[in-house]
């Protein structure tokens, strides 16, 4: 494989096949490119910048709106994508990076919620609470609180983090299930518990990457720290157990021999980056480093190619999955191992770059 840090491997490669005019608001293109920012500042390197400089250019007007972006779907994946806002307004000074990240902030001050005080996901998934939000919404919201010094802002970020742990807890496992519905009213979702009926290991990786990347802002006296990082530590520890001998997880987090479960990239990358960074700042203890290799490794041995023009590709991410909706998806295992696999899609590129430039630390 290549000689310089594979970090930054990964990232130059995403950058000749995907160019500027090509970035959609979305969130999996937010992660892929705040994910080369974070690899660019590790390494030194000064090409990567100017490359999501021009991706963001023609997505943000000079008054701060967004391209294609709408404020009343009220959809929690939209939010992502402005993380990399902080650095391009801190290193361009150009006000409209900020405006733009304004404008997102909007979006959560009247975001639907649950009666519990979580955002529900989207307006279309109404009393709906998916783990993959709070990793949407928290870290960049636990920024923008920490910039503008919004004690309250904070607050409620850790305490939709703590609510979401307690509500989607399994009590046997430890682990974490997908989706929740207050109301009761799909079809997927538990009568009794409103719990969708199986464990999927990105929605849990990123849940845990929410938790971590939210301590980096959350001040060191907030009487929430503690109970972040407790989280941090009984959710690596449940999902441990689950890790198979080629260092991966599978798809459904624990039915790993199960016919058609599958050993796959992006939860695995997220637990690898979320142990990695955890041992890193003291959250976890050392014990978690050697997992956190293995998984890197694993994902390498099953899934890394590299072509010949020199340039790296990524297999075995799963393509998408959620609950509901239009063909409805019921939630089930069949479902889950149904949904297409396919390369190079950001949603496993972007982890697998941070979890890369954790590994480099």
């Known amino acids: 494989m290549a000689k310089q840090p594979l970090s930054l491997s990964m990232a130059k490669s995403v950058e000749r096949r995907y160019r500027p005019g090509m970035m959609k608001w979305h969130y999996e293109h937010g992660l892929v490119l705040y994910a080369s920012l974070k690899a660019a500042e590790l390494h030194g390197d000064e090409t990567i910048y100017p490359w999501v400089y021009s991706m963001y250019d023609p997505m943000i007007d000079t008054d701060g709106s967004i391209a294609t972006y709408r404020k009343g779907e009220y959809n929690l994946d939209q939010i992502n994508a402005g993380r990399a806002l902080f650095p391009l307004f801190d290193k361009s000074g150009e006000e409209r990076f900020m405006k733009a990240a304004k404008v997102l902030r909007e979006q959560l001050e009247t975001q639907p919620r649950c009666k519990n005080g ?129 260092g991966m997880w599978y ?84 479902y889950y191992i149904s949904e297409k696999v396919v390369a190079d899609d950001f949603k496993g590129v972007g982890p697998f770059i941070l979890a890369c430039t954790e590994s480099e630390r």
């Open 118 to 246: 979580v955002y529900w996901h989207k307006e279309i998934y109404p009393w709906q609470i998916w783990l993959d939000g709070l990793y949407m919404e928290g870290p960049f919201n636990a920024e923008w609180a920490r910039r503008h010094d919004d004690k309250a802002e904070m607050d409620d970020v850790v305490s939709q983090i703590e609510t979401t742990y307690s509500t989607m807890k399994d009590s046997k496992t430890g682990l974490l299930y997908h989706c929740y519905d207050e109301s009761r009213g799909m079809k997927w979702s538990d009568d009794r518990t409103g719990l969708s009926p199986h464990f999927w290991s990105r929605s849990i990786g990123w849940y845990l990457m929410a938790c971590i990347d939210v301590l980096d802002y959350l001040p060191e006296n907030h009487k929430g720290r503690e109970g972040i990082i407790r989280i941090i530590q009984d959710l690596s520890k449940a999902v441990l157990p689950f890790q198979s001998k080629e």
């Open 251 to 334: 798809q459904v987090t624990d039915e790993g021999g199960r016919e058609g479960n599958y050993l796959e990239t992006s939860g695995t990358a997220m637990f690898s980056y979320s142990f990695f960074k955890g041992v890193r700042l003291g959250y976890l203890d050392e014990s978690f480093k050697a997992p956190a290799e293995k998984a890197l490794e694993g994902i390498k041995t099953e899934y890394l190619t590299e072509d010949e023009s020199g340039e790296l590709h990524l297999g075995g991410i799963c393509s998408v999955a959620g609950l509901g909706g239009n063909p409805y998806r019921d939630g089930t295992f069949r």
